[in-house]
């Protein structure tokens, strides 16, 4: 695992590490970069992002309002009315 | 060898919250799917097996999100198939307000393949710690934020209401990643039937890295949709009145009560013939 990702799992596994001094140790013992330790210390996840390099836009909508049967049916209503309006809008 | 597919949680904190058994799961698994809310989780997901394939490249802002689950399904399905044993990781808990994983074990299922679900540390597990609340002191019902406001319901202003993906709230095609003011204030009208306009709510989200904040905001419920939501946003509203005791079932229970103690406090007769 790499450092960055390493020194974030144990800041959310281990109940010694919940202050920010002891925080500050850990970046000291682990030979943390200059600026993802600022990063870490400034709790700036904007810049940890950008430094890791790490996939943007992601997205955490994991539950449909409304089940496959229905949107199916929905899909399937749509798709009727775009041929009804292009047979309208051809005569 | 024949495949199968366990859907595994890994809680909300990075590090904090994925349980033993999740880890061991995902560390020998022949391949892991991973869905995370973040980049980094997801780069910490990554980094704990040689083959783990991220299922975000089926999200598509304007394509219905129920193609991109079936889609996810799919995929997943397709290495079951292979032989392979599967793993999914999914943020939080892989079966709440979640349903790809469910989809996946059912279909894994119908074609005969061991499937399960290990339980994870949901947001919502996450809110009653952050928000102290305990959904026993007054009763709570969670919905996700469209299908509350797509179907009839009957609201307890005496209980907890909790509206999950607020951000997305009113979205019938499913393909929008924000709501528009417009959909926020059908909500607000909504909610307004039953809580005062200026009733106090909290927007919640959970720490997902050990250097972030909670945000428990607490707002007039009126103020809504002037507030910046993300999708990872959760509308809280406590109760605005207190219960009211149901007395006629309370006489009822005292009946029953009584009865029982007089059956306790009987002599006991023997017949002698």
Known sequence: MSK??????KMGNDSSLQNEDAIKDLLVTTACSANIAKAIIDKDVSSLEYQLQVRAN??????PAEDDEAA?????Q????NEENKTAIST | MQGSLVCVGTGMMLGGHISPISTSYIEQADVVFSLMSTGITERWIDEMHHDVRSLQCYYQEGKNRNITYNEMVEAIIAEVRLGKKVVCAFYGHPGVFACVGHRAIKQATKENYPAHMEAG???EDCLYADLNIDPGESGCINYEASQFMFYKRNIDPTAHLILWQVALAGDKSLTKYAASKETLQVLVDLLTETYPADHQVILYQAKVLPIDNVRADTIALHDLVNIELFMHTTL??????????NNDLLTKLAQIDNKEAKSKHRPKLTLVI
Do not use: F, G, H, R
């Open chain 1, 4 to 9: 960055t990702i390493e020194i974030l799992e």
């Open chain 2, 121 to 123: 540390i949901s947001a």
């Open chain 1, 78 to 81: 749509n798709s009727e009315e």
């Open chain 1, 72 to 76: 199916v049916e929905d899909d399937e």
């Open chain 1, 58 to 63: 992601i997205v955490c909508a994991m539950y």
């Open chain 2, 236 to 245: 809280v509203i406590p109760p605005s009145e207190k219960p009211q005791p």
